[in-house]
């Protein structure tokens, strides 16, 4: 399901194909989200020219980056545990506001990473 190809199509089209001015701006402006989106499309290409799987990642990586998706994921889960902080607390991490900010940065994006693999791996297997 879930393949070395689609990882680093992953990696260049999230990483190596977004420039700074798309990474600050897509959580602000959807104009800049479906850029980004358009360049990280690319390289799935490469594996799949399924245009429902590819429409169902493009669509997907929207949603999630525009919307900054993966820090309500964060707080979610971390949310039935005691000590547990409320939303407005966790609003830019999704984070207790006691964790230090670099290992908050990171941890949100390792959430995010795992979202768009997940849902890539899903599409480009199972839909078509």
Same mark, same amino acid.
């Given at each position: ?17 977004? @420039? #700074?001015?798309?990474?600050? #701006?897509?959580?602000?402006? @959807? ?6 989106? @358009? +360049? ?17 990642? +493009? ?6 980056? *525009?919307?900054?998706?993966? *820090? ?6 971390? *949310?039935?545990?005691?000590? @547990?902080?409320?939303?407005? #607390?966790? *609003? ?37």
């Amino acid at each position: 399901m879930f393949t070395a190809d689609q990882l680093v199509a992953h990696a260049v089209g999230d990483y190596l194909l977004q @420039s #700074e001015w798309m990474a600050q #701006e897509k959580t602000k402006r @959807s104009l800049a989200a479906l850029i980004h989106c @358009s +360049f990280y499309i690319l390289p799935f290409l490469l594996i799949t020219q399924n245009v429902y799987a590819l429409a169902i990642i +493009f669509g997907t990586h929207f949603v999630i980056d *525009r919307w900054h998706l993966a *820090r309500y994921v964060a707080w979610l889960k971390n *949310r039935p545990w005691p000590g @547990s902080a409320k939303w407005d #607390e966790c *609003r830019k991490t999704g984070f207790h506001p006691d964790t230090p900010p670099w290992l908050a940065g990171w941890l949100v994006i390792i959430v995010d990473n795992i979202m768009h693999i997940v849902i890539n791996g899903l599409a480009i297997t199972y839909v078509g």
